[in-house]
């Protein structure tokens, strides 16, 4: 398991990409974001058409574990983008509407990162490579909104979390991927 990280705009998708399709000619992407509204559908378009036409796509966030297991082709790589993405949606389902204020966020996290260790244990047991991207979020300022500061939070402790238990980690500025780990 190969987690590659950056900021927004960093080009960690595209590097993840290229180092996926340098081990594997066959990939399953696993996309995470959804469609929220007609910018966001044609970023989703856009992404799609960049990608090799032979890559099969899985759009979901939920149970990415269970994926990674039971929809891998033999033969096929695997490419999870994005994490961060993934943690919204869930974020946005568990919280059921409820304000931000009104939400417990420990137990939140709890349900968040059970997905997280499943989706770890999935990449680890996988016999093909699997890159994980993920947003750097932790180079900022501490965001003023109650809900961005437990995102932010979330998201942070599952990034090392991954992280820890990664094979490989990079880290991707202005297209430029650095090995850290």
């Given at each position: 398991?190969?987690?590659?990280?950056?900021?927004?705009?960093?080009?960690?998708?595209?590097?993840?990409?290229?180092?996926?399709?340098?081990?594997c000619?066959?990939?399953?992407y696993?996309a995470?974001?959804?469609?929220?509204?007609?910018?966001?559908a044609?970023?989703?378009?856009?992404?799609?058409?960049?990608?090799?036409?032979?890559?099969?796509t899985?759009e979901g966030?939920?149970?990415?574990?269970?994926?990674i297991?039971?929809?891998?082709?033999?033969q096929?790589?695997?490419?999870?983008?994005c994490v961060?993405?993934?943690?919204?949606?869930?974020?946005f389902?568990?919280?059921?509407?409820?304000s931000?204020?009104?939400?417990d966020?420990?137990?939140?996290?709890v349900?968040?990162?059970?997905?997280?260790?499943?989706?770890?244990?999935?990449?680890?047991?996988?016999?093909?490579p699997v890159?994980?991207?993920?947003?750097?979020?932790?180079?900022?300022?501490?965001?003023?909104?109650?809900?961005?500061?437990?995102?932010?939070?979330?998201?942070?402790?599952?990034?090392?979390k991954?992280?820890?238990?990664?094979k490989?980690?990079?880290?991707?500025?202005?297209?430029?991927g650095?090995?850290?780990k």
């Amino acid at each position: 398991m190969i987690l590659v990280t950056g900021g927004a705009r960093s080009g960690k998708s595209t590097y993840a990409e290229r180092l996926l399709a340098k081990q594997c000619e066959q990939v399953l992407y696993i996309a995470t974001a959804q469609v929220t509204d007609e910018e966001m559908a044609a970023r989703i378009e856009r992404h799609k058409q960049e990608r090799p036409a032979h890559w099969r796509t899985w759009e979901g966030h939920q149970n990415l574990g269970l994926v990674i297991r039971q929809h891998r082709q033999p033969q096929e790589g695997v490419i999870l983008e994005c994490v961060t993405t993934l943690i919204a949606n869930l974020l946005f389902d568990l919280s059921g509407g409820v304000s931000s204020d009104d939400l417990d966020f420990a137990s939140l996290e709890v349900v968040i990162h059970h997905q997280i260790d499943d989706l770890i244990e999935a990449g680890l047991m996988c016999p093909t490579p699997v890159y994980l991207v993920t947003n750097e979020l932790g180079m900022g300022i501490t965001p003023e909104n109650r809900l961005a500061r437990h995102f932010v939070d979330i998201a942070g402790r599952a990034n090392q979390k991954l992280a820890q238990a990664a094979k490989e980690v990079w880290l991707v500025v202005s297209g430029i991927g650095v090995k850290i780990k």
